[in-house]
């Protein structure tokens, strides 16, 4: 639950500390006060988009603190998110979420003393904190979210079986688009696929192989040159050793006379420097003996050039049309073989594309079907829920349906399958539609809520409707934004009563101007505005005592905070909200 709650510079707001109770605690104050800053408060903190026109005209930035407890279900999920990224907890287990908002537009997160992106806080507080507003009012009037409160009303039943069909329909649709593309595209594709078969042909004929193109320019330039090659060598071997044919004797041979003459004189500079051409004759001696393996390791085929030019043109052919080198050659043949098996428009593929399709929609006929006969089970469950706390509201002749159709496809609708003789439209959110609707009176039709109701009627059945649902939910916090707008006398202390019962197990904060529900609050905050030479400056945020109590609600019960009638109302409404808590 949200333990505590500090604003800096947001909106009038210049600084204020929130202590809510782990029940119900309701926030009030004039209007524009700054209650509606509060609540800007909790939707930044539940990682809403930033708007920086809120920050105060006189500071740089807005700063929400909130510090979360975490227990139960909801808090063993938020804690695993924060943990994950690197949050670090307080003494008492308590993990601090920051949200800053700069004037500049740039908005900052933080986790337990780590920056996170604004998502991560999102996916913290998802499970820990909900915002009821009179938007999700107007936004539950559309059909798409009346399906989701239904879903959400029986959700453990009915998430599972969305989830299924889901995944059914997913794989429905790629194989059905992908049959229709290849039944669509057949004289096109089957004109692709031939051409990758003839040069997946031409390739597997040449045979490439890694680096043979680069390997054969060096051995053909080196067989360019193989008569310089030989004729260098030949000679250069011949004057170190010397040759049979002219009596030479060579650089090696020369070189021994002169050591023979030198070691047989008697003078010893003479002999060191005979000992000297000995290592002279070593190494001329090695040279010509690789000069030797050299030309023996030339190639003497006189066709071996015009192998490799042959070799050369066949490769140099599959480069010009497919890859700049063997190499690139060799991956497009790996791309070709991989695009010719999504191109294949053969009579067994396309066969077996369709038996796959029908396979699959049978299946997704099934998961529709169940997930239908859970919703049409749950829209029961949820109209007399409803319609019993209706008649707590000062509206004990209205009931409500929960509609629950099939969506009927039209002609060409590509999203649509036959599901027990009807073609319906295959949403991403199943094969249903749903509308509630209100029947005023016994024997009055049941006519679409938007279109049936008056503004306090449509405020109580949306309350009616958010109190069901949020005692279902495993939120640990749920926030209630005047919520009760249109509602009075006798009601709104019905939807006190409601409030104060929701508030025994869940964390439920009420910003609301009706005394009837200020009333039933386990912990009262109001919202102050002060003021300055006639110009409002800054607004703050207190708890109140018993005395102020009385004294608020007092001023919400029409002004009548500074009357003994005033005061006395104020202490019996207070009364009569203690008695209806405890009965």
Not at 86 to 96: L, M, N, V
Not at 260 to 285: F, N, P, Y
Not at 380 to 396: I, K, P, T
Not at 512 to 534: E, I, M, S, Y
Request: proline share 3%; with cysteine.
């Amino acid at each position: 639950m949200l333990a505590e709650m500090r604003i800096q510079s947001l909106g009038v707001i210049a600084e204020a500390n929130l202590e809510l109770h782990p029940g119900l605690t309701v926030l009030t104050g004039e209007t524009g006060a700054g209650k509606t800053m509060v609540v800007t408060g909790l939707h930044l903190l539940s990682g809403a988009r930033a708007d920086p026109s809120r920050v105060r005209t006189d500071a740089p930035r807005a700063v929400v603190e909130g510090r979360f407890t975490l227990a139960g279900t909801a808090g063993g999920a938020a804690g695993a998110i924060a943990e994950a990224a690197g949050a670090e907890r307080d003494d008492d287990g308590s993990i601090i979420a920051v949200r800053t908002v700069g004037a500049d537009g740039r908005s900052r997160a933080h986790l337990g003393g780590r920056s996170v992106p604004a998502g991560v806080l999102s996916d913290f507080t998802d499970p820990l904190l909900a915002v009821h507003g009179q938007n999700d009012q107007l936004r539950l009037l559309r059909t798409d979210q009346q399906l989701a409160a239904l879903d959400r009303s029986a959700e453990a039943r009915i998430a599972p079986l969305l989830q299924a069909y889901r995944d059914v329909r997913e794989q429905w649709q790629r194989v059905s688009g992908e049959l229709s593309e290849r039944t669509r595209r057949a004289r096109e594709l089957a004109r692709e696929a031939d051409q990758l078969r003839l040069g997946l042909a031409e390739i597997a004929e040449v045979a490439p192989v890694p680096g043979e193109d680069i390997e054969i320019v060096r051995i053909v330039r080196r067989l360019g040159d193989l008569d310089v090659l030989r004729s260098g060598a030949t000679e250069s071997q011949a004057e170190l050793m010397g040759t049979d044919d002219d009596q030479s004797a060579g650089a090696v041979g020369l070189i021994a006379q002169a050591r023979a003459r030198m070691s047989a004189c008697d003078d010893d500079s003479l002999q060191d420097q005979a000992k000297r051409l000995d290592e002279v004759v070593a190494v001329l001696s090695d040279v010509g003996g690789e000069l030797s393996s050299y030309l023996t390791a030339l190639p003497d085929d006189p066709d071996a050039l015009d192998g490799l030019l042959t070799r050369q043109a066949q490769l140099k052919q599959l480069t010009r049309k497919y890859a700049a080198d063997a190499d690139g050659v060799l991956q497009w043949a790996e791309q070709a073989k991989q695009r010719l098996s999504e191109v294949d428009v053969s009579e067994s593929t396309l066969t077996a594309l369709a038996q796959q399709r029908e396979e699959l929609a049978k299946s997704l006929a099934s998961a529709a079907s169940k997930l239908s006969s859970a919703r049409r089970k749950a829209a029961g469950q949820l109209a007399a829920a409803v319609s019993a706390e209706l008649s707590g509201l000062a509206m004990g002749q209205a009931t409500l349906e929960v509609n629950v159709a099939p969506r009927v496809a039209s002609d060409q609708d590509p999203n649509s399958l036959d599901i027990a003789g009807t073609r319906l439209h295959l949403g991403a959110s199943g094969v249903d539609e749903v509308e509630l609707r209100l029947a005023a009176h016994p024997g009055a039709p049941a006519l679409p809520v938007a279109r049936s109701a008056s503004g306090g009627e449509l405020s109580r059945v949306m309350l009616a409707l958010e109190v069901v649902l949020a005692t279902a939910d495993t939120t640990a916090t749920l926030v209630f934004d005047e919520v009760d707008a249109g509602v009075g006398g006798r009601a709104a202390v019905e939807v006190g009563r409601r409030l104060a019962k929701l508030a025994r197990t869940h964390q439920v904060i009420v910003v609301t101007h009706l005394p009837q529900v200020a009333a039933f609050a386990d912990r009262h905050l109001v919202v102050d505005k002060l003021a300055k030479g006639g110009t409002v400056t800054v607004s703050g945020v207190r708890t109140l005592d018993q005395d102020q109590r009385v004294a608020e609600l007092a001023r919400m019960l029409a002004g009548l905070d500074d009357t003994e009638t005033g005061r006395a109302h104020a202490k019996e409404l207070m009364a009569a909200a203690d008695s209806a808590r405890s009965a």
